[in-house]
């Protein structure tokens, strides 16, 4: 593709109807954009069962474009940008986000975090698993009810003078060969769940620059999608007993996939330019490239040549059956042919 197609592409990027947005966006800030995003989480839900440990954190895309809901989080390497409130397994895995749309965010009348807690857990509700959470969802009410309603446990810490608060573990004890009591280790070690997909996202990110919000969580929204499939990719491979692959040869696969269907489907178009499809072949591994199929014309634009020259000819490639120019072609005689 070329660099002007690609930048095309992307600056006229659009994931609803302009005509009916501004209505929607009266009830739903995220309107822009929702219709993509809901698809999204569904197929997160859908195609991975969570372990017995999750945790709940909040994410930050970089983005200084201008929005209503733009943050500040001063304890984040980008500083501003879009944050979403994160479902995560302890292997990093995305099970469901909320993105924050400000304080005008309809919760229900509920306390902004007792409302993120109880909308991602929906999917484990009664499944008997814990969540880890850090200072900001940790509160005694809240604790109690996701147990007596949900049966799910939780385990957060407390302010800046490390009070844990657990409805998981029972009474005190000690983690043999450490002086910190079990509790502790095993916020640490569950702790980390959507902190590994950030990283992960991190990595190998497809983000560019953008001024328009949108973008940037479809650049989320692609970059998370990778890290699941990944996930799910290693898993189904060691039950297989197999070694997977390393993450970025899995992600050169991917986009490989992805792209085929289209470059298929393209190599059929008998106008293309013998340039392009040589390149199309290349890429899906075929030895020769399809030949123009029923063109009986006596004439036509040479392949080679750009389309803004509209060179006329009537010589066809024995190979490919295209139409080239003189000067684009070559005289061989008979014996060298044979």
């Not at 109807?17 to 009266?26: C, G, P, Q, V």
Request: charged share 25%; aromatic share 10%.
């Amino acid at each position: 593709m070329p660099l002007a197609r690609f930048e095309f592409l992307i600056n006229t990027l659009r994931f609803d109807d302009k005509l009916t947005r501004d209505a929607r966006k009266e009830i739903d800030a995220l309107a822009p954009i929702r219709e993509v995003w809901d698809k999204f989480i569904e197929h997160c839900k859908e195609y991975y069962i969570p372990g017995p440990y999750c945790c709940i954190d909040e994410q930050l895309l970089a983005f200084r474009g201008n929005s209503r809901f733009r943050m500040y989080i001063p304890n984040k390497p980008a500083k501003y940008g879009l944050k979403l409130v994160m479902l995560c397994n302890s292997n990093g895995y995305l099970i469901n986000a909320i993105p924050y749309t400000g304080k005008k965010m309809n919760t229900g009348g509920q306390p902004q975090a007792a409302f993120f807690v109880e909308k991602l857990s929906e999917t484990i509700q009664g499944s008997n698993r814990n969540i880890t959470v850090d200072n900001w969802f940790s509160s005694v009410p809240l604790f109690n009810d996701m147990l007596s309603k949900y049966n799910l446990t939780m385990v957060g810490k407390k302010n800046k003078n490390v009070l844990l608060l657990s409805n998981m573990h029972q009474g005190y004890s000690m983690q043999q060969n450490s002086k910190l009591p079990e509790i502790i280790h095993f916020y640490n070690n569950t702790k980390g769940g959507v902190d590994l997909l950030d990283q992960m996202s991190a990595q190998y990110s497809c983000s560019r620059k953008t001024r328009r919000w949108p973008v940037c969580l479809f650049y989320g929204i692609l970059n998370s999608a990778c890290v699941n499939s990944y996930i799910i990719y290693k898993e189904n491979t060691f039950l297989n007993k197999q070694t997977p692959q390393p993450r970025v040869e899995f992600l050169f696969t991917l986009a490989e996939g992805l792209m085929k269907p289209w470059l298929e489907e393209r190599l059929q178009t008998p106008t293309l330019r013998r340039g392009i499809r040589l390149a199309i072949a290349e890429q899906l591994g075929i030895d020769e490239p399809r030949h123009a199929e029923n063109d009986n014309r006596r004439a036509g634009r040479c392949c080679i040549c750009p389309r803004s020259r509209d060179v006329k000819t009537t010589i066809k490639c024995i190979e490919c059956k295209m139409f080239v120019c003189k000067s684009h072609s070559l005289s061989i005689c008979a014996n060298c042919r044979e």
